[in-house]
T-cell receptor
Framework: GQNIDQPTEMTATEGAIVQINCTYQTSGFNGLFWYQQHAGEAPTFLSY????GLEEKGRFSSFLSRSKGYSYLLLKELQMKDSASYLCAVRDRADSWGKLQFGAGTQVVVTP | EAQVTQNPRYLITVTGKKLTVTCSQNMNHEYMSWYRQDPGLGLRQIYY???????DKGDVPEGYKVSRKEKRNFPLILESPSPNQTSLYFCASSLSWTRPGRTSHNEQFFGPGTRLTVL
């Protein structure tokens, strides 16, 4: 298995930028995912990185460095509706092709 | 509407009484998976299926069974539930899991969740 670490909680102001870091250890990295989960709801897909670099999708961007075992999710122009838990998940083909492991999630609180 | 459905959404049961949580998707997805979510532990994978008749254990398979007799359905079976299986359960599916370079194939869609309490 792999360790996936992300901060427990982050607070930011509406309109600001927040960066959520995720570090992981794998022996056969094969993709990293970010999901958003509002309280009481199912996770929804935000991004997927398998190659190094930045993937931008509107206000959200995700970055990956495979050599450093590091990713971040960048949330720009924060809105109140962005208050949610953000989950980092990693697939490791050395473990099993179909397995996916999640971090414990980062609770982002957006304040007015 | 493309979706993943789970039933029941809420269930309170007693120790030892067999139960099944159904999961169905209408997107012709090959890959399906079950997770449980507990406070402080995040999502943990129970079982997954790469395609019909192909299932494999995730990180926490003990006490659970699954089957994949047809592409759209992936039921989760608890033969003898115990209180430590009280949790929030999610089913998810994706188009496939064998093309790591294609985002569209790897995006997982989650069902609404089943909140299970075992007394």
């Amino acid at each position: 298995g792999q360790n996936i670490d992300q901060p427990t909680e982050m607070t930011a102001t509406e309109g600001a930028i927040v960066q959520i870091n995720c570090t992981y250890q794998t022996s056969g990295f094969n993709g990293l995912f970010w999901y958003q989960q509002h309280a009481g709801e199912a996770p929804t897909f935000l991004s997927y990185n398998v190659l190094d670099g930045l993937e931008e999708k509107g206000r959200f961007s995700s970055f990956l460095s495979r050599s450093k075992g590091y990713s971040y999710l960048l949330l720009k122009e924060l809105q109140m509706k962005d208050s949610a838990s953000y989950l980092c998940a990693v697939r490791d083909r050395a473990d099993s092709w179909g397995k996916l492991q999640f971090g414990a999630g980062t609770q982002v609180v957006v304040t007015p | 509407e493309a979706q993943v459905t789970q039933n029941p959404r809420y269930l309170i049961t007693v120790t030892g009484k067999k139960l099944t949580v159904t999961c169905s998707q209408n997107m012709n997805h090959e890959y399906m998976s079950w997770y449980r979510q507990d406070p402080g532990l995040g999502l943990r994978q129970i079982y997954y299926s790469m395609n019909v008749e192909v299932t494999d254990k995730g990180d926490v398979p003990e006490g659970y069974k699954v089957s994949r007799k047809e592409k759209r359905n992936f039921p989760l079976i608890l033969e003898s539930p115990s209180p430590n299986q009280t949790s929030l359960y999610f089913c998810a599916s994706s188009l496939s899991w064998t093309r790591p370079g294609r985002t569209s194939h790897n995006e997982q869609f989650f069902g609404p969740g089943t909140r299970l309490t075992v007394l």
